[in-house]
């Protein structure tokens, strides 16, 4: 069995004991989900900006395994939670000490920037971050943010101010360094796919108000 696939099952066995995710199948399921597409887009970034190909992958998988521990109230610290559940079980895989380093501390700073260990924001530390933003920012993200918001559910004012303001995020995600140019080539390409389609959405939403629209 390779490292990667001791990592998926590890992964698996944490979301499987998680109590919440047994109460929420359909959450453990998208969280699942979501760390596979990262993943894929970590080995992405790794191979065309010769990165560790396989320790992206590896922190891809497990950026967000703090989910089983935390709750909503502390998700900004599943970061550094997951770094911390990941150590033990990296350490156990004999990648040695400094790529274990490197890979938890790309993990805690993935949500907020912020460790609660010293590190170095290297490529490929900020390229667990970027991975995660080609799946938050792709076309799968789109549906994930429109169901967030119960898009159809809002009336239509509501509806047009929270197209402009995803519009306006989009822009700032935009300007954003990134760890390397792959990154900021991928998640532009997602982001912009986006505004394309969110651009589209607002002027049905307009036009949905009446013929004076």
Known sequence: MTNIQKTE???????????????????????????????HAAGEIARREGLD???????????????????????EEHGRLSARIARPF??????????????CYGIAIHVDGRADFPGEETPFARSIR???????YGAYGIYVNMAMIDFLRLDSAV????????????????EKNRGTETGRRMIAECLLFQRQYYVRLLKQTMWGEGIGA
């Open 9 to 39: 099952l590890f992964l698996k066995e944490r979301f499987d004991g998680c109590e919440f995710y047994q109460w929420h199948p359909d959450d453990k399921a998208r969280r699942l989900e979501h760390s596979y597409r990262t993943a």
């Open 53 to 75: 190909e396989e320790g992206l992958i590896i922190g891809a998988l497990l950026h967000d395994v703090g989910y089983c521990q935390c709750s909503e109230k502390d998700w």
């Open 90 to 103: 990296l350490e156990r895989l004999e990648l040695g000490a400094e790529r274990v380093r490197e890979i």
């Open 130 to 136: 970027d991975a995660e933003d080609v799946d938050r």
């Open 159 to 174: 509806r047009k101010q929270a197209l402009v303001d995803r519009l306006d995020f989009i822009q700032r995600e935009l």
